[in-house]
T-cell receptor, first 114, second 111 residues
Framework: GAGVSQSPSNKVTEKGKDVELRCDPI?????LYWYRQSLGQGLEFLIY????????KSGLPSDRFSAERTGGSVSTLTIQRTQQEDSAVYLC????????????FGAGTRLSVL | DQQVKQNSPSLSVQEGRISILNCDYT??????FLWYKKYPAEGPTFLIS?????DKNEDGRFTVFLNKSAKHLSLHIVPSQPGDSAVYFC??????????FGGGTRLMVKP
């Protein structure tokens, strides 16, 4: 596609429910990144994929968070048993490869946990 | 420990004047630096970048300066336009790895 696509754009859920956020990177981009931006905060790194493998999961805040990438393309970020502190904008970015520094971002998914 | 800091949360500039946004970092391993611009309800948009082997990179109205000894970089916008009003994020990386972002500076350009 022309850019990084994320869905849904907005998600409202109840505390304790599981949510799945989807990212479709730019076609041909092999590296994919997840970040989140909490209210009034900067962007916080969550996880990085090169192809289908995740060499860096260091940013995942707890074991309730997981992500996968299949076919070297679409990625899903799953948050289990959501908590109110999970409320944030979740942003996905992609780049041409591991050695490429410029990352291109999607519009994000705004998650609200009630 | 914030490795990338933008100490000014906001900046107001008159149209046509220069906007200077500043960023400081602590990790000497960073070798690539980027500026992103963000409008509300949109993702960050890449603006300009600089490698640590350079001290200046220019692209139209935008120039990024890097002072490695001071671990400081700045973004200059000349002349500033109302459409430049947005939140600007400084980011740094060790090549190929995740970006570490500053907290952002909200720029307001007044007509």
């Amino acid at each position: 596609g022309a850019g990084v696509s994320q869905s849904p754009s907005n998600k409202v859920t109840e505390k304790g429910k599981d949510v799945e956020l989807r990212c479709d990177p730019i076609s041909g981009h092999t590296a994919l990144y997840w970040y989140r931006q909490s209210l009034g905060q900067g962007l916080e790194f969550l996880i990085y994929f090169q192809g289908n493998s995740a060499p860096d999961k260091s940013g995942l805040p707890s074991d309730r968070f997981s992500a996968e990438r299949t076919g070297g393309s679409v990625s899903t970020l799953t948050i289990q048993r959501t908590q109110q502190e999970d409320s944030a904008v979740y942003l996905c970015a992609s780049s041409r490869g591991a050695s490429q520094n410029i990352q291109y971002f999607g519009a994000g998914t705004r998650l609200s946990v009630l | 420990d914030q490795q990338v800091k933008q100490n000014s949360p906001s900046l107001s500039v008159q149209e046509g004047r220069i906007s200077i946004l500043n960023c400081d970092y602590t990790n000497s391993m960073f070798d690539y630096f980027l500026w992103y611009k963000k409008y509300p309800a949109e993702g960050p948009t890449f603006l300009i970048s600089i490698s640590s082997i350079k001290d200046k990179n220019e692209d139209g109205r935008f120039t990024v300066f890097l002072n490695k000894s001071a671990k400081h970089l700045s973004l200059h916008i000349v002349p500033s336009q109302p459409g430049d009003s947005a939140v600007y994020f400084c980011a740094a990386s060790v090549t190929g790895n995740m970006l570490t972002f500053g907290g952002g500076t909200r720029l307001m350009v007044k007509p």
